[in-house]
Every structure is written in structure tokens, then in C-alpha cells.
């Protein structure tokens, strides 16, 4: 294992020309290239060594770059079953510390708003590529648009959801230029960056001119640093695998990571930093002003009365309408947005006293709506197409040529369209790197993995007497702090993990198979332990289970089945008999884990066993080499047993009990 | 100087080719290229179009509104005289097509080299053939 570097990170030059020798391309010079290729290529330039994706048109030529090229680079690139594992495992390589990207289209998107909350809240870098095309559901799908604009700021659920950067390449080339920088913008204020990229801009080729030299951020790490900011700040990167007892989840947490599911100043405090930090990234880019490309462009706006705002494909159109107006003495610029958000008065502020605002999008009017906070609203003109089919500068330039016209004939009647309105804004401050938090680290060299601290149980709760017995054999046998990871589901099972001295990754629901095998294709020296619920990996997580075990991951699988979902209230599980009783008025038929995984999917080995007698085999699944699935029979005494008491029986149980194992010549 | 282009054709005629060859043939002419495809979600069959620019200036606008050369494949009556042979092949009609229209605005030498680097060594020589027959068609329609 490679040891962490302590104090790496922040700008280095990147010759370009070089590394891109280095995957074939010869020529970097008038090259042509498709946005999908440049925007590959820009990942890769800017040191991106993990990609997982799944195919979805106008996006798809990314994915089939990256698994040309990453191999080159000792890079790993991943197909996995869905979206949400694409997420998820991009996500995961992230928190190893690895720089990763996924790209999608809008269905896939909205797929992935699960995960990219989740790499909010952990405060991970990450770029995602959303190639929109029209429509809600499949729409069209080879149509071009900018119809994802308001889902991608907002479609992640609750406050700080929409604590995202989103850029929005205008040309080939900036589809490579713009992609190092979403690099650059993640890592640096740790965030995920989403490429709104034009569904045009996907297949469009040009020939252009790609940069020798560029430069990259990596983020931050120092020794004894908290590992998640405060305020807005910016603070250490702790990567998981290096036994720093760093634990990434989707609860709320404090500074140094720890889960808090009830107090309110620490969930206010989590949710105004990310907040706070929101607001201070456009301040903080003017303020490195030398080491940021603009972020926005401004286009012969020097005397201009009227205005185009525009992005993506459509800025062109906009760049030409200006052209030809300015020939026909109409005296118009135009404002080219980069960053579509956050959005800051220091872009807009100088246009403020205009006659006119003319915002041309490929939708229906999405980021105009977050203008008005920036413009009266009757100085603003939207100039909308959602026919699937670009903005022609003939249309945009009658357009504005129309509005010009009536805000002249307005001027003339007296009509006083503008009202300016106050601005009361919190001030933004400058984002500090550091933390005065010292990250309170438990592990302070390799130990074996112990019990952090004691969850309170239901009394005779099964899980309790898996995490003794657990971290007893863990012991015995030599899993420390240093060669373990520890990736925990959601719900009663999800909490055993997190209750270890280990670096742990808590999931969202049913997640936990697509992390696991992210981190073990990065990090196959480290023993990989997932601990989660039945609910979680037969009935949400059971499509990651089964497409998990389409190659030979060697991770250790605990189900803790308690037939129910017991946090939520003892509702029927995938595993939860059809006779039994639960909360709710509702059966269905259960999946016998031994039946569907060892007789039907042949996986090499499977174990089934109630509390009683779990060591043994626990020793022996955590001993072998390769894929193994330990069915726990916890009970749930405070939902299931005292509904079902006949259906735990100690003595049927240990008659379920046994350990299923065959040679199999695929394992490595 | 500033041409566009705009292929018709459907899936599997092989319109994205076509630009493909253009393009590259511009840039060996130290021209610039911007081309598009204007397509149906259907792989076979959907319509499946491509838009060109060709400029010696830098291109500002890649959306093509006014069309100079129009290439159409959509007519499936087409007979191609390639040599002594008599073809119907709709992937030969697009070479030939270029070879008769676009050698105005590109070069024969760039255009055939592209049309190498594009194609199959399998079909190139029969690609050629078409390619050089659609130049002796244009002449002679003079």
C-alpha cells in the first residue's frame, strides 16, 4: 500500500502535449474532434483515472473514449448495470481520492440526483456531464437542447442540494478547456461540477487547436486537519483506505465526520457552510482572477443599451446576431455565460441600468427565472425554442431587433419600465483553506478495528451480538484499521459499520455494492466488508446485487436479515415470510437468499446462520479468497419476533443453518 | 469564403462519413470545419442528415441556416455509371456525389486522402472509383 503524502495538493502545470502523446494523439493542432471527444480528453488531461457510466444518447462517445484511453493511464473505467451505480462508484473513487467523472443525458440524470446529494453533503469532488436533449422522459432523444438547466441546479432534495457548480461549454474547444476547469472547480472547493453540455455540442466537430500547457488543482491534504469545513471554508481531503478513521455518509455530520442525527446546531451549521460556501466561490475566482479563465465573457457590451444573455450553442447565435445588429446601428452586446451557477451581482451588476435584457435559451425559460433576482423583471425578454432544433441568429437578431424596437416606442411614450430593487446580500467572504478544527482522529496508527463507540440496540437485537461477534474474529484474524474498509447500508443494519474504528462508508439505501466495487478495482490491497440489511440488498440494492456478482469482486457480504425494515416501522422485506405479520396490510413472496444466489447464480460461496454459532463461519468467510455472502438471521425483537414468534424459533433456525461452497476455476 | 453543406440521407447511408471526409479534407487545406448531424433516434432507416461549414475564416456560428450544396441520397432510383459497371449503392452515390460537387470547393488530392483515412481498405478502391467517376460525370455534363 502506498502511504498517504502529507501535504500534497494545490496548483501544477500539466504539459499537455505530452501526456496527450501519451494515449496516441500526435497532433494536437488542428484536430478535429467531436464535444464528446474534447470533453474525454479534458478529463483525462486534467487527471481523471476513474470513469463509470452507462451508455445514454448524446452522451455515449465519453464512455467509449474513456475506456479507450484510460488503460493507457492506469486509469479504471467501469460499465456498470445503472445510473445509480455509475454514481455511486464514481462517488466512491472520489472519496479514495482518486479524480473521477461520469457522464449521462437527462433519464440518466435524474437517476443520479440520489448519489450526487450524497457527494454534496460528503463534500467530494466530482464531475458529472449531462449531454441534454429534449423533453421530459425519453423526449427525443437525439434533439438537442438545454433542457436539464433547472434540474441540474435544483433536482437534488433538501437545503445545500443545490450546493453544485454547473458550467456550460459554448464550443469543441471548450468542451475541453471548460471540462480541465470543472476539474479544477471541484477540487478546489470540493464540490460536484456538472457540465450542462449542450446536447448539440455532443456530436459537433470542429477543427481546433488544443492547449500545450494547463494547469490543475489537487486538493488539499494536511495531517490533523478536520476533514469537512466550516463557514464556507475549505478544509483538508482525507481519503479513505489509509487508516485515518475518516468516515464519509450521507447523515448529517460534524466537522471531523461523526453521524449526528439529532442536534440542531450541528445541522444548521452543516447546511449554512455548504451554503456559505456556495456564495463564496464566484468572490473567491475574482479574487484569484490569474489563476481562473473568465468564467464569463463579455462581447462588445463596451456602450451597449440592450443585451443578449446567452450559454452553450446558442452564445454563438448570440456573438453573430450582435455582429449583424451593431451593422443596422443597434447598439447591443452580449454577455456569454461559463458558470450558469452559482450565479453572483458581480457578473451582472454593470448591465443593471440597460433598456434592455434579452435572455436566449434552448428551453422554456429555465435560468431566466434566476435573473429576475439579478434584473427587474420587466427589462428582461426571454427569447425561448423548444422545438428540438438550435437558435438561428436570423431569429434571435429579429427578436432583439422587435424588443429594441418596443423599448424605444416605451422610452418615447414615458414609460418607466425599470424599478430597481434593493439588494441586501450577506456579505461573501474569502474562503480560508484551512481548518482550526483538528480532526480528532481516533486511529492514531494501524490497531485493529474496534467498537468506536456503543449504539443503543432494541434489547436482544441480533445485530448487537454480529457487531461483538464481528469485531472479535475481525481481531483474531488481522483486520486492522490500515488493510480494512468498511462499507455500511442504510437502516438498523446500515448502523453496525459505523459504530467501528475503521474507515467507514455509509450509503445511501441499497447503494453499498456499487462502492464496494469501486473502491476494490482502486484499491485491491484493501479488504473490502460490506454490513447491511436485507431491505437494502435484496429488495432496493438486489439489481447492484446481481450485476455484482457478474465478476469475481473478492468482497465479504454480511446481510443482517431481520425480515423487515425495522427502522422504518417493521414493513414486509424481500425476505420477510408471505404468513408473517408486519405493520402494514401487504405480502408478497420471499426470495430465499441460499436458493437465488449459490443454486441459481452460482456464486462460490454462500453461509447462512442465526446468531448462535455465526463465528466459525464468519472466520471462514472473511478468510477466503474471493466473492462471499453471509446471510445473518438477526431477529428483530421489537417489530418482527413479537408479531412472529413462531417464525424465530431458536432450534428451526439452527436448522437453517450451513455453509455452501464450491471450487469454481473462474476465481483468480 | 464560406460554403455549407448539407447531406440528406438515412441511417446506414453513411452521411456522417461523408462529412467526416469533408471535414478532414478542409483541414488539410488549412481550411476550417465545423459539421453537425441532424439524426433520428432509429439506427437504420431514421433520418439521419449532416450539416457542414467550410470557411477559410474562423467559424463563429456552427448552425447552418442557408445551404450552398445540397447532397441528397434520399432517391433510391439513383444508378451509378462507375466505369463499365452499372451500381446502385447508395454509400458509393455519396462518394460519387462528392467527387462531382464538393472538388469545386476542396481539392481531388485532399478529398481522396481523406476518403483513406474514412473507409475500409476493403471498399477504398471501389470508394475511389466512384469518387473519381462522379468528377468525369460533372465534366462531362459540360
Redesign the interface.
Known amino acids: 500500500m502506498e502511504e498517504l503524502k502529507i501535504d500534497y495538493g494545490g496548483w501544477k502545470m500539466i504539459n499537455a502535449k505530452e501526456f496527450l502523446e501519451k494515449l496516441g494523439i500526435k497532433n494536437i493542432k488542428n484536430i478535429i474532434l467531436s464535444g464528446n471527444e474534447a470533453i474525454a480528453l479534458g478529463a483525462l488531461t486534467a487527471g481523471c483515472r476513474f470513469y463509470a457510466g452507462y451508455p445514454i444518447t448524446p452522451s455515449s462517445e465519453i464512455p467509449q473514449k474513456m475506456a479507450e484511453y484510460l488503460p493507457l493511464v492506469n486509469g479504471i473505467f467501469f460499465q456498470p448495470e445503472d445510473e445509480i451505480a455509475a454514481m455511486g462508484m464514481t462517488n466512491a473513487a472520489s472519496a479514495c481520492g482518486i479524480k473521477s467523472m461520469t457522464a449521462t443525458s437527462g433519464p440518466g440524470f435524474s437517476l443520479k440526483q440520489e448519489e450526487i446529494g450524497w457527494s454534496i453533503n460528503n463534500e467530494l469532488p466530482i464531475v458529472i456531464v449531462d449531454a441534454q436533449r429534449i423533453g421530459p422522459s425519453t423526449g427525443q432523444p437525439t434533439k438537442p437542447a438545454s433542457a436539464d438547466i433547472d434540474c441540474i441546479i435544483n433536482g437534488r432534495h433538501g437545503d445545500g442540494g443545490n450546493c453544485v457548480i454547473v458550467l456550460s461549454p459554448t464550443s469543441v474547444k471548450e468542451c475541453f478547456t471548460l471540462t480541465v476547469e470543472a476539474f479544477n472547480l471541484a477540487e478546489k472547493f470540493r464540490t460536484p461540477v456538472i457540465i450542462a453540455l449542450d446536447g448539440f455540442l455532443s456530436h459537433h466537430s470542429q477543427n481546433i487547436d488544443l492547449p500545450e500547457e494547463i494547469t490543475v488543482f489537487d486538493r488539499i491534504y494536511k495531517e490533523n486537519e478536520a476533514p469537512f469545513g466550516l463557514n464556507g471554508n475549505i478544509v483538508s481531503f482525507v481519503p479513505i483506505g489509509y487508516g485515518k478513521g475518516v468516515s464519509y455518509g450521507g447523515l448529517i455530520h460534524d466537522e471531523c465526520g461523526n453521524r449526528i442525527s439529532f442536534d440542531a446546531e450541528i445541522a444548521e451549521k452543516a447546511i449554512s457552510h455548504l451554503i456559505q460556501k456556495q456564495k463564496n466561490i464566484i468572490p473567491n475566482i475574482l479574487r484569484e482572477k490569474d489563476k481562473w479563465p473568465d468564467m464569463w465573457e463579455e462581447f462588445q457590451t463596451d456602450d451597449c443599451e440592450y443585451l443578449i444573455v446567452a450559454y452553450g450553442t446558442t452564445a454563438k447565435a448570440a456573438q453573430e446576431s450582435v455582429i449583424n445588429l451593431r451593422k443596422q446601428g443597434i447598439k447591443i452586446g452580449c454577455l456569454t455565460l461559463k458558470i450558469l451557477w452559482p450565479l453572483d451581482d458581480e457578473i451582472f451588476k454593470k448591465f443593471r441600468y440597460l433598456q434592455k435584457i434579452i435572455v436566449a435559451e434552448l428551453n422554456t425559460g429555465q435560468l431566466v427565472k434566476y435573473l429576475y433576482e439579478y434584473f427587474p423583471k420587466p427589462m428582461i425578454a426571454p427569447f425561448n425554442k423548444w422545438n428540438g432544433e438550435p437558435i438561428k441568429t436570423s431569429e434571435l437578431e429579429n427578436f432583439c431587433k422587435n424588443a429594441a424596437q418596443e423599448q424605444k416606442c416605451k422610452n418615447l411614450a414615458g414609460i418607466i419600465s425599470s424599478n430597481i430593487v434593493s439588494w441586501t446580500q450577506e456579505e461573501p467572504h474569502e474562503i480560508k483553506c484551512n481548518s482550526e478544527t483538528i480532526f480528532k482522529n481516533e486511529i492514531q496508527e494501524e490497531s485493529p478495528i474496534e467498537l468506536k463507540k456503543k449504539y443503543p440496540f432494541c434489547p436482544g437485537c441480533g445485530h448487537q451480538s454480529f457487531s461483538n461477534i464481528f469485531l472479535k474474529v475481525a481481531k483474531d484474524i488481522g483486520l486492522t484499521t490500515k488493510n480494512t474498509v468498511i462499507i455500511a447500508g442504510i437502516g438498523c443494519g446500515g448502523i453496525v459499520g459505523t459504530t467501528f474504528k475503521a474507515d467507514v462508508v455509509k450509503i445511501s439505501h441499497g447503494r453499498t455494492l456499487n462502492y464496494a466495487r469501486a473502491i476494490k478495482m482502486l484499491r485491491p490491497d484493501l479488504n473490502i466488508i460490506v454490513i447491511s440489511g436485507d431491505g437494502d440488498l435484496v429488495n432496493i440494492g438486489g439489481n447492484h446485487l446481481l450485476h455484482t456478482l457478474r465478476e469475481k469482486f473478492d468482497i465479504k457480504v454480511f446481510c443482517l436479515n431481520n425480515q423487515n425494515y425495522g427502522m422504518t416501522g417493521g414493513q414486509p422485506s424481500g425476505t420477510t415470510p408471505k404468513t408473517a405479520i408486519t405493520s402494514i396490510n401487504f405480502s408478497q413472496n420471499p426470495i430465499d437468499l441460499k436458493e437465488f444466489l449459490y443454486d441459481g447464480l452460482k456464486i462460490d460461496f454462500f453461509a447462512k446462520t442465526p446468531i448462535v454459532g455465526m463465528e466459525e463461519i464468519i472466520k471462514k468467510a472473511l478468510l477466503r479468497k474471493g466473492f462471499s455472502f453471509v446471510e445473518i438471521l438477526s431477529n428483530c425483537t421489537t417489530y418482527f419476533v413479537k408479531k412472529n414468534p413462531e417464525l424465530v424459533k431458536l432450534e428451526n433456525m439452527k436448522k437453517l443453518q450451513g455453509v455452501w461452497e464450491r471450487e469454481n476455476e473462474n476465481n483468480d | 469564403m464560406k460554403t455549407t453543406i448539407e447531406i440528406l440521407g438515412k441511417g446506414g447511408d453513411g452521411t456522417q462519413t461523408l462529412?467526416?471526409i469533408i471535414?478532414?479534407a478542409?483541414?488539410l487545406e488549412?481550411k476550417?470545419?465545423?459539421?453537425?448531424?441532424v439524426?433520428?433516434?432509429m439506427v437504420r432507416g431514421g433520418v439521419s442528415n449532416s450539416r457542414i461549414i467550410i470557411s477559410n475564416d474562423e467559424?463563429?456560428?456552427?448552425?447552418v441556416?442557408i445551404i450552398d450544396i445540397i447532397i441528397d441520397l434520399n432517391n433510391d432510383n439513383t444508378t451509378l455509371k462507375i466505369g463499365d459497371d452499372i451500381k446502385k449503392n447508395k454509400k458509393l452515390l455519396g462518394i460519387f456525389l462528392i467527387g462531382a460537387v464538393v472538388t469545386k470547393i476542396l481539392k481531388k488530392e485532399s478529398l481522396i486522402t481523406a476518403i483513406k483515412n474514412n473507409i475500409s481498405e476493403e471498399h477504398c478502391t471501389q470508394n475511389i472509383e466512384a469518387f473519381k467517376a462522379g468528377i468525369v460525370a460533372e465534366m462531362d455534363k459540360k
Open positions: 462529412a467526416n471535414g478532414e478542409a483541414v488549412k476550417n470545419c465545423s459539421f453537425y448531424p439524426y433520428d433516434a467559424i463563429l456560428n456552427p448552425i441556416e
